[in-house]
């Protein structure tokens, strides 16, 4: 089993910067690929940022060159630095990964940008 738990959300204001950080414990061997997800109410969830154990990185087009997704040396850890936020960011931002064909996720932390 592995747990993931989230922390670094909470209130910015429109153009403002907050970084998400996500520890994986556990059984942590083989980690793969790890990411970052969101949802905003009444929406589905969506992928983020992910990035392999090659640092690898993927994201979507809406916060291409706001967000960067980085991991620890130990690639336990995944962070997601998230600058120039709008309002339209704001979502329950949940960490993501996956080992031996299984996927894991947190809880969720908060994000509200106000305008």
């Known amino acids: 089993q592995v747990q993931l738990v989230e922390s670094g959300g909470g209130l910015v204001q429109s153009g403002g910067s907050l970084r998400l950080s996500c520890a994986a414990s556990?059984?942590?061997?083989?980690?793969?690929?790890m990411g970052w997800y969101r949802q905003a109410p009444g929406k589905q969830r969506e992928l983020v940022a992910a990035i392999t154990t090659g640092d690898g990185t993927n994201y979507t087009d809406s916060v291409k060159g706001r967000f960067t997704i980085s991991r620890g040396n130990a690639k336990n850890q995944v962070y997601l630095q998230m600058n120039s936020l709008k309002p339209e960011d704001t979502a329950v931002y949940y960490c993501?990964?996956?080992?031996?064909?299984?996927?894991?996720w947190g809880k969720g932390t908060l994000v509200t940008v106000s305008s």
């Open positions: 993501n990964a996956r080992r031996l064909g299984l996927i894991y």
């Open positions: 556990g059984t942590i061997f083989s980690i793969r690929d």
